[in-house]
């Protein structure tokens, strides 16, 4: 079954004042900016489901007065199952915001969630997380990236694929003991975090978005705010798409280091 049956299908078989209902919800549950006060930060963040509600998020949690953690994820699969999962991955990342400092323990904690739930259920529902503790004063970034398209960096002059050392594992399936990675964010410095619904779409002749077409839109508007950026690659897929039916959740997240 292709993509678009199983989204025409999903559709069919949900309420639609439910489904209405549980877009309210889920849409409340993901941040259009930090929420707390960023002196050395400006974020902004985008997001657009396939269906009435989908897989994606993404999220600002302030952990202390100086620690913030990004997050961004993609469960696999739309509709209301993934919106299920989603929500139970943004509610367990929000518990304790104090004890989800140190990246590697809450993707292992995370995974073992996920696995557990899976197993209760008999559905397994793989899922990919961006997670990443960053120290507002310093700029120091940790970060675990398990199984998410990689992150694009960027300043004025340039703009590359975050630099990763590790290679870690979708969540839900297996366990594994994820590996952290760091990186020195400096004022001037551009974090592009995003879903692959974005780099997926495709156009009337078949042709992919691509991560080539996404870094050069980037590199070439550094001068826009992280909101204009936002709503700026969201033009550019819908014109690349050209009436071609959405058929992934799309989101796309910028953290600029001032």
Request: glycine share 6%; proline share 6%; charged share 20%.
């Amino acid at each position: 079954m292709s993509k678009n049956e199983q989204t025409a299908e999903s559709q069919a078989l949900e309420d639609p004042q439910d489904l209405v209902l549980a877009a309210e919800l889920q849409a409340a549950l993901l941040p259009k900016s930090c929420p707390m006060n960023c002196e050395h930060q400006v974020t902004s963040a985008r997001n657009r489901m396939c269906g009435s509600v989908g897989g994606d998020f993404y999220d600002f949690i302030p952990i202390n007065e100086e620690q913030v953690a990004l997050v961004i994820g993609d469960v696999v699969g739309h509709g209301i199952r993934a919106s299920l999962l989603m929500a139970n991955i943004m509610g367990f990342l929000r518990s304790e915001p104090s004890k989800r400092n140190k990246p590697s323990q809450v993707i292992r904690m995370l995974n073992r969630l996920l696995i557990d739930l899976g197993n209760r259920t008999g559905t397994v529902m793989p899922c990919s997380v961006f997670y990443a503790v960053i120290d507002q004063p310093s700029g120091l970034g940790l970060f675990v990236n398990a199984g998410h398209p990689q992150p694009f960096l960027c300043n004025e002059n340039r703009c590359t694929r975050l630099h990763l050392d590790s290679q870690n594992l979708l969540l839900g399936i297996e366990e594994f003991e994820p590996t952290e990675d760091c990186n020195l964010f400096i004022p001037g410095q551009r974090l592009v975090l995003y879903t692959d619904g974005i780099t997926d779409t495709v156009s009337p002749q078949g042709e992919r978005f691509g991560q080539d077409r996404l870094r050069n839109i980037i590199a070439h508007t550094a001068h826009l705010s992280p909101d204009e950026l936002t709503q700026k690659v969201f033009d550019e897929v819908d014109s690349f798409r050209d009436g071609v039916p959405q058929v992934d959740d799309e989101t796309i997240v910028v953290f600029d280091r001032r």
